[in-house]
């Protein structure tokens, strides 16, 4: 049995993460901002916070965004706060809900960069990679996944299998088919320093 920190469990990556932790028999506990149904309260961007409530723990899932604040700030934000608190705490795995958008398609490209995807929200994708810059300068086994292309909002379920491959903005993951890969590699990690995709 892991014990397993889930950041951001208020959301619907952290809450199925959650319940995939829980039902393989793990020992989770879910943070969000405001301590509710189960939560405890914790801001990722306070790295003292993280570094208590990480403690003792095997490994930590970070599925993490505010709406309200600026992108450009809070992802590096965030970033430098888990590291600075996972290692303090003695943690070094850090599982990162990633961006599709900055992740390579088959040919190498990037997927912001392929022609006709949504280009208002690049600097999103931008603050993403900040992130990730973050955590390539660190001492963390970090990985990142992020689905393929999106998430399968109409269809829920599990189906019970995921694969890793390049970044397809036709892709569709449901939450449950990717909380899997997320506990996966926080229980037994095969991918160490590096961004990836998933998807069915």
Do not use: C
Not at 77 to 84: D, G, I, K, P, T
Not at 138 to 147: E, N
Request: net charge negative; charged share 20%.
């Amino acid at each position: 049995m892991s014990k397993i920190l889930v950041i951001g469990a208020h959301g619907r990556a952290g809450r199925a993460a959650v319940e995939e932790a829980r039902g393989r028999g793990h020992e989770v506990v879910g943070v969000a901002r405001t301590a509710d149904a189960g939560l405890v309260s914790g801001d990722v961007t306070d790295a003292g916070r993280i570094a208590d409530l990480a403690a003792g723990y095997d490994a930590v899932i970070a599925a993490v965004y505010d709406g309200g604040s600026d992108p450009g700030e809070f992802f590096p934000r965030a970033a430098r706060a888990l590291v600075e608190g996972l290692e303090k705490a003695g943690v070094a795995r850090l599982v990162w809900v990633g961006l599709a958008s900055i992740l390579p398609t088959a040919d190498g490209t990037l997927l912001m960069d392929t022609d006709g995807y949504p280009t208002e929200y690049r600097s999103f994708f931008l603050a993403h990679q900040a992130a990730l810059d973050t955590f390539v300068a660190s001492s963390l086994d970090w990985v990142s996944l992020a689905p393929t292309g999106d998430f399968n909002h109409a269809d829920p379920s599990r189906s019970g299998s995921y694969r890793v491959a390049p970044a397809d903005a036709q892709d569709l993951i449901s939450y449950a088919d990717f909380a899997a890969a997320l506990v996966d590699e926080a229980d037994n990690p095969t991918h160490h320093r590096t961004a990836l995709g998933v998807t069915v």
